[in-house]
């Protein structure tokens, strides 16, 4: 796994390639007059003070000009409006809002859209914000990254019947809770910030956040940067690394979808980095075929050509079909510098007390992708679909025989 010191090498690699351009001969110069005039009649005094002058104006071009010019870049790229979903999970959405708001990237928003949520989370929330609670992460494995920010973070709750108010439009919030008051998935949830997003009419780009993330400080302006760079691109993923084993790879910026048995892999799963090895940005981005939705980071022309999430995948396979749709008008991009901590499966599991079980609501999400990209394989397909459902169902009784005993 990289370190942060590494990271932060790479990033400033510009910066340092500038510092060494310096016009050091001036330098060299005003030292050859100090030691060519011992007896003080070259008026070397001046000639060193015009020289340092000359220099000094130099580095501050070359370093802070450079920084600042980094800084007013990332500014000019535009506001960036960061989604994250929370249904019933408010310590990982907490702990998420804690890394997210230590981003160096200079100019986004946080929209937390509760999908219903009945264990209090829009209220856990809202007092986080409001500084009234702070969360304790003293056991968390990346702790580091959740040191507490000096940050006022001005937050805001919205109810349902009130989120596309004008209200909406003020600049006077950071974080901004909609309580949706319904469980719409992972696709209905993100529509209703991307749609608030869109409506405020300052959007560049949407960052959609899973919950159970806790993200590095550059990992935003290392997205940016690099859509920045690939200008035909539409979404970018990040490097997502497992939360409890950093030193593994859960994906390299999204997966690609293996047709022939109708399932998704991610790129680099499993990859153990911490040897330093990994896959270099071109080849990454020349087989992913959808950013992880864990993490990816969606052009504003993309959501205004392409549309929103389909919602009628509800969970699972969302993914997938929204960089399908938008194939051919938008490329995909990576971002090996934009890393992110992902507890894989947190949101899933809460699916189990659902009487639909997890795998044949996967299997339905894989079978409309099929249906709708991948017809020749469908038929294929549908009979795992009702081998994998029948299994379901015969455990279903089962498990009501034993019941009524």
Known sequence: MSSTADMSAREDTGMAVTVLSFPFSWLFTTFFHISSCGNGTCGYPDRFRQNMMRFGESFWRCTAGSALGVAARMADSGRVYIIIVNWNGWPDTLECLATVFRSTYPDFRVIVCDNGSCDDS??????WGAGELRYPVSG??????????????????????????????????????????????????????????LALGDCAY??????????????????????EAVSRAGMCGSRIHYYHEPGKIWALGGGYFRKLIGRSENIGLGLDISDGKSMDTEAVESIMEYPAGASMLVREAYLRAVGLMDESYFLYCEEPDWAMRGAGRFTLAYARD???????????????????????????????????????????????????????????????EDLSR
């Open 206 to 227: 949407v960052w959609l956040l899973n919950n159970d993330t806790v993200v590095d400080p550059r990992a935003l302006s290392a997205m940016v940067h690099r859509m």
């Open 140 to 197: 968390s494995p990346l702790g580091e990254l959740m040191v507490a920010t000096d940050r006022r973070i001005r937050t805001v709750v919205v109810p349902s019947d009130q989120i596309f108010s004008s209200w909406a439009a003020k600049d006077d919030w950071d974080l901004l809770v909609l309580a949706i008051g319904a469980n719409l998935g992972f696709a209905g949830g993100n529509n209703v910030g991307m749609r608030l997003a």
């Open 338 to 400: 934009s890393v992110v901590y992902h507890k894989v499966a947190a949101s899933t599991q809460k699916l189990d007390a659902d009487a639909l079980s997890a795998e044949v609501r996967l299997l339905r999400s894989q079978l409309r992708f099929m249906a709708r990209f991948h017809p020749q394989y469908s038929l294929l397909f549908l009979i795992r679909f009702l081998f994998a459902k029948g299994k379901s169902m015969m455990a279903f009784r089962v498990a009501q």
């Open 122 to 127: 829009v209220a856990q929330i809202s007092a």
